[in-house]
């Protein structure tokens, strides 16, 4: 059978499955092969020619990978998570303009606020379009459940939209985060068959619970679990009753969901990436977190509220053309977010970039600071709070 024969089959056989995502799976079962290199992507231009020939432009993907709802001047905004490679204009960036045309400039407060927004929804979209990506790290149950969520979040941002349905948008992102939560489950070595019986049904407090018993960075989305579970009181008070719910409700409801999925997502993959469940966080040594962003770790410390934090030298991040580096302090215990460098060409270049900024802060001690130099930032989010000092300077030469 020829390969356009067999995604014609296999088109017929996954009739139900959307028609951008049915493109992807039918992918996975004739290549079962996740690197993205020349190769596979040729087969993938190929599966989607055939689609978009078949079908027309419906088959064609706009590179949405999440939508974010968001509360600003007493009413529901949407904007659109994207695929840089597939469409570049930030969906912030629409959001922003509309908001400009529709009233007033953006105030400082809700350009922080989108800035957040915007920050947190990416990286959480991002882990669950990996996730989608990389099929071989769920089994049969996992990824049925991954499915699931996945349209329970696109239902829940969907409900409010269309019907102002709060309850329903509620029950949704419930339901998207318990089902990320029971893969975790799975991931841990729980049976399958055991969920949806005791403690392990709709209450995400008790999945909490079993998860730190198996291991102890699930207690990282503990007080998230928690916040959610509060707004969804219970399946029966869902189904049966009535409650009393805001928008701005059903939206924190959603970014909470949106978080614990995403949680679940990055772990899965970085277990598989580092082969243990968590990593050892050594001074002077290098490691790379989820998103790809490079550390050089420097120690612990205790913050001036007594509070440990983790401090994690940022090299060379990108932003709009500029190169960043941040020393960050983040709350710990946060080693679970990281697996460790080894490439000793990456070591390398890292260590002089690192070493070329030391010198540059000691001879700042005894000289006058440039103008701009540095920026102090605080940031608030649910990966924790981070201070970050940030000399910010021009790319280094090639």
């Avoid at 991002?126 to 699931?148: G, V």
């Avoid at 939560?181 to 209450?203: C, M, P, T, V, W």
């Avoid at 070493?355 to 000691?362: F, K």
Wanted: hydrophobic share 35%.
């Amino acid at each position: 059978m020829t390969f356009f024969a067999e995604i014609e089959r296999l088109d017929q056989e996954f009739s139900a499955v959307p028609l951008f995502i049915r493109q992807l799976d039918i992918y996975n079962a004739l290549i079962c092969n996740e690197e993205r290199n020349d190769t596979t992507l040729g087969y993938l231009n190929k599966i989607s020619a055939w689609y978009q020939q078949r079908y027309g432009q419906a088959a064609a993907w706009d590179g949405v990978i999440g939508i974010q709802p968001i509360y600003l001047r007493g009413r529901l905004f949407v904007f659109q998570i994207r695929c840089p490679e597939v469409n570049p204009k930030s969906g912030i960036l629409d959001l922003r303009e509309r908001l400009e045309r529709e009233g007033p400039p953006v105030s400082p407060e809700e350009y922080r606020m989108l800035g957040v927004a915007q920050l947190e929804s990416s990286s959480d979209f991002a882990a669950l379009y990996n996730i989608e990506m990389r099929p071989s790290l769920f089994t049969k149950e996992q990824r049925a459940l991954s499915r699931r969520a996945w349209f329970n979040l696109k239902n829940a941002v969907t409900l409010l939209e269309s019907s102002y349905d709060i309850q329903g948008s509620i029950v949704d992102a419930h339901e998207a985060a318990e089902k990320f939560l029971k893969i975790a489950l799975i991931n841990e070595g729980q049976a399958y068959a055991s969920l949806g019986k005791g403690d392990l049904r709709h209450d995400l407090n008790n999945l909490i619970k079993v998860l730190v018993k198996k291991h102890s960075k699930y207690k990282f989305i503990k007080a998230v679990a928690r916040d959610l579970q509060q707004f969804f009181i219970s399946m029966t008070t869902q189904r049966y009753e009535s409650t009393n719910r805001s928008l701005p409700d059903a939206i924190e409801a959603f970014r909470l969901a949106r978080h614990c999925c995403s949680f679940v997502a990055q772990q899965i993959e970085l277990d598989s990436d580092r082969g243990a469940s968590d990593v050892t966080l050594r001074i002077g040594k290098y490691y790379q977190d989820y998103a790809g962003r490079q550390y050089r770790f420097c120690g612990f410390e205790n913050n001036a509220n007594r509070n440990l934090v983790c401090k994690m030298f940022l090299l060379e991040a990108s932003d709009e053309g500029q190169t960043i580096d941040a020393l960050i302090n983040q709350k710990a215990p946060c080693s679970f977010h990281y697996k460790e460098i080894k490439d000793q060409s990456t070591i390398s270049r890292l260590e002089r970039r690192y070493l070329s900024l030391r010198q540059r802060a000691n001879s700042e001690k005894v000289a006058p600071r440039p103008v701009g130099v540095s920026i102090e930032q605080v940031h608030e989010s649910l990966d924790g709070i981070f201070s970050i000092r940030i000399p910010i300077g021009k790319a280094p030469q090639k």
